[in-house]
């Protein structure tokens, strides 16, 4: 069955020369692996999508009783602004996907979790304008 979701990138290992195996955070099904083939050519766009903690829509088909999903048609929904330019912004984001790797392990519909971890995301991305530099005078 064809399905569509939100998601947002928490891991992924290369698998081959071509490949790989990323574990998504998706609003309907809850944390779910993929596989995306032909990531690495040329033609491909899919490799600057599936950085940790982009926010994507993926749309795939649903197996019973598989663990590895093939992944279908991905495209970004929202990009980060500020957290880009600030280095603090970034170590902090490097934490939140730490974290989440370490403890989302189950196959469950969160939604509400979802929604506060946009929220969160959002909120550090606004913020990240206003963090100063570590090292830069201030006049």
């Known amino acids: 069955m064809q399905q569509s979701s939100d998601a947002l990138v928490i891991h992924c290992v290369r698998q081959g020369e071509q490949s790989i195996v990323a574990r998504l955070f998706t609003r309907k099904f809850g944390l779910l692996s993929f596989l995306f083939k ?7 766009s899919k490799s600057a999508l599936l950085q940790a903690m982009n926010l994507v829509e993926i749309q795939f088909r649903m197996k019973e009783n598989s663990d590895l999903i093939f992944g279908g048609e991905i495209k970004g929904i929202a990009n980060y602004r500020n957290i880009p330019f600030q280095p603090t912004a970034i170590a902090q984001l490097s934490l939140i996907n730490e974290v989440l790797f370490k403890t989302l392990r189950f196959r469950e519909c969160d939604e509400a979790l979802f929604d506060y971890l946009l929220l969160m995301l959002h909120l550090l991305d606004e ?4 963090i100063p530099e570590i090292g830069r005078a201030h006049v």
């Open 38 to 44: 032909g990531v690495f050519s040329r033609k491909s």
């Open 127 to 130: 913020s990240a304008s206003r």
